[in-house]
């Protein structure tokens, strides 16, 4: 009996690998030698690979501006001129050539600061050859003159029809006042009850009313009564 088991025993110790007898340290060292070997494979491959990255890019080098020294801004030399604009000057009506001689005589002579416009006489105060009385002068404006008030006074009139056309009229004081017609229509520049000076624009001359050219037809009033515009114009 103590001879079969012995002879069981030492079947099964042939049998066993030999490598269930060997220590746990011993079984893992080819494991570790293979992991070794590819790890040194893997960096002798990056090792070359950086190697030759390297040797195929050139060296570059940079040269920042941060120090080199910034110099300051300078301004162009422009020289800057001041246009000063004057405002035009203001018109100056001086008296026509070849005036006609004025009949009146009496304390408002030479009233009025200025003529209403700067042209020729062409027909005077008074009677004509025919008997018919003309109340003014005319003066030969031509189409689209400026008229201007003869003094300073009022406006008391800006009508248009009947013989005049368009005509206004203005009070300058003491019983003086003027009439300027035939003006085209609706070119009035003044108004009822306003203020004017001597030279303010206050029209444009037309032929409006009963005439055969443009002009400008002037009538002065002393007290109410027509008065030669001649003896009061300076």
Known sequence: MLTLSAIMAVAVSVTVPAAAHMAPSSRELPSIAYAASASDATQQVSSAAGAEAEASVPDQSFASSIDT???????????????????PPAPVYAGPSGSFAGSYAG????????????APVNDGFGYRGAGEFH???????????TIVSASPGVVTQVTFGGGWGQFIKIDHGSGVSTLYSHLIQGSQMVSPGQTVAAGT?????????????????????????????????P
């Open 107 to 118: 304390e408002f002579a030479g009233f009025l600061a200025m003529w209403p416009a700067s």
């Open 135 to 145: 109340g003014g002068i005319d003066l030969m404006t031509g189409s689209g003159a």
């Open 201 to 233: 624009p206050i029209g444009l001359s037309g032929s409006t009313g009963y005439v055969t050219v443009a002009h400008l037809h002037f009538e002065t009033y002393v007290n109410g009564s027509r008065v030669d515009p001649m003896g009061l114009l």
């Open 69 to 87: 020294e910034i110099s300051a801004a300078t301004r162009d030399a422009l020289a800057v001129e001041k246009i000063v604009v004057e405002p």
